[in-house]
């Protein structure tokens, strides 16, 4: 059985920072692209950051430069740093495990940035 657990998330003031974490079981975790994305109230969820399999990341504009994804395979872990963060930064966090027809979601964590 496939899961996908995050962590991390929580309650931080404007300018703070935080560490999300996902941890995988039931795949070849070495072989996936991973991807954190979020979804606000009244949004679409998108995708905030990626990772491949060659350790090659990605990032949508409006964390570059804030936000660090990065991959442990010796742990099955995940782990999306994220840096002055601010109100447009809060939503629902989920991880992502890709790879060929193979597609799987965590449950999600909260990420409320609020003075």
């Known amino acids: 059985q496939v899961q996908l657990v995050e962590s991390g998330g929580g309650l931080v003031q404007p300018g703070g920072s935080l560490r999300l974490s996902c941890t995988a079981s039931?795949?070849?975790?070495?072989?996936?692209?991973l991807g954190w994305y979020r979804q606000a109230p009244g949004k679409q969820r998108e995708l905030v950051a990626s990772?491949?399999?060659?350790?090659?990341?990605d990032y949508v504009d409006s964390v570059k430069g804030r936000f660090t994804i990065s991959r442990d395979n010796a742990k099955n872990a995940v782990f999306l740093q994220m840096n002055r963060l601010t109100a447009e930064d809060t939503a629902v966090y989920y991880c992502?495990?890709?790879?060929?027809?193979?597609?799987?979601w965590g449950q999600g964590t909260q990420v409320t940035v609020s003075s």
């Open positions: 990772i491949t399999a060659a350790d090659r990341g």
């Open positions: 039931g795949i070849t975790f070495r072989l996936y692209t």
């Open positions: 992502n495990s890709k790879y060929q027809w193979f597609d799987y």
